[in-house]
């Protein structure tokens, strides 16, 4: 079992969160691979249970470079269903982005027809954070990264 973890980042915040969604995969037991996306290639796609997006939040959305992947993971289209999704985000500011950001992110990621879990406690859809992560957003990338682990485990162990 093995998870991809694909972000954009320009001045290293979400570089950050990805290290830590990272680490909770790989508390779980799973196996796990942190790329950036000038470094991704979607070929790796189709060996991996599940993927997972992380993009600063440009103007309400994910980065050109990180849209550029998902374009790009078309080739793979139809053959990646039932793996695990999920995404986080950084913005600047509160309330100004990054739950869109994250959900158009999801939204790909339904659209391949992979299995996206929310979660009842904060951050539903995916781990926010504003500018550089403090203590508490690295546990929500964590406990992220572990939800995803948990879920790879139900659906692909
Ligand atoms: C082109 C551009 C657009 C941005 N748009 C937003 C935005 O809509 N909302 C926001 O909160 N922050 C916005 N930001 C700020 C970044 O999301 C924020 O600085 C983020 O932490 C950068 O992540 P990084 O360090 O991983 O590059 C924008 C930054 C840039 C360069």
Redesign the pocket.
Known sequence: MKVLIVYD???????KMAKAVAEGVDAEGVGVEVKKVDEASVDELPEFDGLILGS?????LPSGKLKDFIDASVKYHGKLEGKVGAAFA????TH???ESAIIAMIEALLIHGMVVQGTSGRNHYGAASV?APEDADIETCRKLGQRVANLVEKLHG
Do not use: D, H, K, L
């Open positions: 980042s320009r001045t290293g915040n979400t570089e600063p939040v440009y103007y309400g950084s913005s600047g500011g100004s982005g990054a500018g």
